[in-house]
């Protein structure tokens, strides 16, 4: 099995970045969105053979892939729709979770294979993708144990260069509100409070203020969605980093220069590892 | 009064892009550290007048104005041995915190001025510092009320094209425990969790984690020193970010995502704008 011919739903800077890079493989794309100012510079891109907002049209296009594109709680909307429709053929997606999607893609019978690819930027919109977005980044894969369609989905992201890496659902959402959500909780949290507490403050702000809140600069939209379906690991990670963040200050409390600065010497040590 | 020969007290980062900065405008420099390999460097690099280990040598330098560029509880230190040596020619510093510094050079009754410029890297050390590094950056001065060297420090630094800026001490340390001192720890934090919790999550590591956590990879010397000496702001820094930790952490318990989704294009809008 392989795909000569993809629908997108969702032509943000996740669906069009892939849109440009599979069209550039000779791949046939077709698009779906809901925004008709996105449809008007998708068509304006010339690399779709056809873009719609409506979700018959779309499913109806010649498709060998559906490519689910939109934040999690719609792509599970979505999904609802396919099982409705008694949608049949292959269909992924590329949402930062994995549990729910794929809990909606079973209950909705769908086949179906889960996707992440790790890259992002935090601006969003199609006029922000770029066809080279996804080049030398991993691609996670969630199986449902659909092997050739797995298959297929690796090869698939090969060619437009990623690494292909597999996981369970639980494995993945884990491991991702460790060092993705967690981090983007954090710096809107600390964006909010210095906004709150001392404004003024911004104006003195150098690189290491811009690079810690780069990501605080997030779509609204996407990370409302992300934070609400990986609640339960995401608090837990949160709860982790607050019992950290009391022994670091009980160790500034207490004056405990020596233990402080062998933390930050074993901590800044491993930064600068990866 | 302007200056044509400057002593540098410290061959770090900070001191040494400042006395490559000004050899490159003509002015005497001469350097101190304690570290015989980095005076080796100092001296190989063909800038400096002199350097040395000794602080009689040093301080005997034909210099009119010394520039302390090391950690702040060690500057305290120094400052305490220019005053046991009744030191009465001009002293600056470039410590990240102003406080402590400004009560210890009036306590040992220096002709002094503080300054803090605003420009860091994650790496350290005379081989890592650079001569453009503090070109187009803020340099805050806090004065003791001395306005002839006010000035001339306001002059040296606009020299080598930083932006000078004056405020309070108490001004200075607010407004860094918030958008430097805070992050840090926070970035420290935040690795630190990771590291216990689920380290294996790191090679999945993207572009948004790295950029948040680029900051945990700086000098424990340094940042040790620094939360020990902004103690009091920077834990009430702290205890405001908890307190906005737990108000996020109930948006997404309680399943308020109207009020989540809000916040966060606040705060991004906020941080586009930076």
């Not at 510079?41 to 010339?46: I, L, N, Q, T, Y």
């Not at 292959?90 to 690819?117: E, W």
């Not at 797995?150 to 890496?165: F, G, P, R, Y």
């Not at 600390?190 to 690079?211: H, I, P, Q, Y």
Request: charge should be neutral; aromatic fraction near 10%; include cysteine.
């Amino acid at each position: 099995m392989y795909f000569k011919n993809i629908g997108i739903a969702g032509l943000g800077l996740i669906g069009g970045s892939f849109a440009k890079a599979f069209a550039c493989k000779g791949i046939k794309v077709y698009g779906f969105d809901v925004n008709k100012s996105v449809l008007f510079h998708a068509v304006e891109s010339r690399i779709f053979e056809g873009v719609t907002d409506e979700f018959e049209k779309f499913i109806n296009f010649p498709l060998d892939l559906l490519y689910i594109c939109i934040p999690v709680q719609s792509a599970v909307c979505f999904i609802e729709m396919l099982g409705q429709a008694e949608y049949k053929k292959a269909v992924t997606d590329g949402c930062s979770t994995k549990t729910t999607i794929l809990k909606a893609a079973k209950n909705n019978n769908l086949y179906f294979c889960g996707g992440h690819p790790i890259k992002g930027k935090e601006t969003s919109g199609f006029t922000n993708s770029e066809q080279d977005l996804y080049n030398g980044a991993k691609h996670i894969l969630t199986s449902m144990g659909y092997h050739e369609l797995d298959n297929a989905l690796e090869e698939l992201h090969k060619s437009i260069n990623m690494q292909v890496c597999k996981m369970t659902s639980y494995e993945h959402d884990t491991i991702f509100a460790n060092i993705s959500h967690l981090p983007h909780l954090i710096s809107f949290c600390l964006m909010d409070t210095v906004l709150n507490k001392n404004k003024e403050a911004l104006s003195f702000a150098g690189g290491g203020f811009r690079d810690f809140t780069r990501i605080a600069a997030s779509d609204a939209w996407m990370w409302s969605d992300i934070f609400m379906d990986n609640k339960k690991a995401l608090l837990e990670c949160v709860e982790n980093l607050e019992k950290n963040i009391t022994i670091w200050k009980n160790m500034i409390k207490d004056d405990n220069k020596k233990m402080l600065f062998d933390k930050i010497e074993e901590v800044s040590g491993e930064r600068r590892k990866l």
